[in-house]
């Protein structure tokens, strides 16, 4: 960074005549798509939604969403802790909560949106949990993807469901079905 006299540090945008705030040229998106709200989506954010969409369709089908984690994805549950990868995350922030569930974790999506390498997911979790009671949540996760995998995840949630769920069901024992 440059030295300037009377404002002490200049910044790293005013220095390079803020071209971090314009983004990429245009050709380096040259066939953007037309979404139906009249948004220009590139190919990768198209790839990045259906990546997610997939997902969620394989946690609605008997299978995870959480296959699309890498491995060394840091999954950040806000207001709560960050966990420092997929075994981490699965062991330490799913269980918890999923194995206090009679059936699987239906994920319906309400809004999803894309940025980039960033997917933006919004939507509605209903379970019957241990207690034949139901569990519903509501969740915005912010998901950054590199080479079809998260790799880092910001996760917003209802945490008193969470929080009602873990106080009315204790925890299962090493036999209690694991839905990871």
């Known amino acids: 960074m440059e030295r300037n006299s009377r404002r002490g540090f200049v910044s790293l945008a005013a220095v390079t005549g803020g071209l971090l705030l314009t983004g990429p040229p245009a050709v380096a998106n040259p066939r953007p798509h037309q979404a139906p709200d009249g948004s220009r989506t590139s190919g990768r954010e198209r790839l990045n939604k259906t990546l997610v969409l997939r997902a969620f369709a394989r946690q609605n089908n008997g299978g995870s969403f959480y296959e699309i984690l ?19 995350f699965l062991d330490e922030g799913s269980a918890p909560i999923l194995t206090r569930l ?23 979790g209903n379970a019957t949990a241990l207690d034949g009671l ?3 949540n509501e969740y915005c996760w912010v998901l950054t ?8 995840a910001y996760a917003y949630l209802d945490m008193v469901a969470v929080a009602e769920l873990m106080d009315r069901i204790p925890e299962p024992g090493p036999t209690s079905r694991g839905q990871n």
């Not at 994805?73 to 960050?82: A, Q």
């Not at 699987?104 to 960033?118: I, R």
């Not at 993807?145 to 880092?152: D, I, K, T, Y």
Request: proline share 4%.
């Open 145 to 152: 993807l590199r080479g079809n995998a998260v790799v880092r």
């Open 102 to 124: 009679a059936t699987y974790l239906h994920m319906t999506p309400q809004n999803l949106w894309a940025d980039g390498d960033t997917v933006i997911a919004r939507f509605e």
């Open 70 to 88: 890498d491995e060394r994805v840091l999954w950040t549950v806000v207001n709560g802790r960050t966990y420092r990868s997929k075994r981490e």
């Open 134 to 136: 139901p569990y519903r």
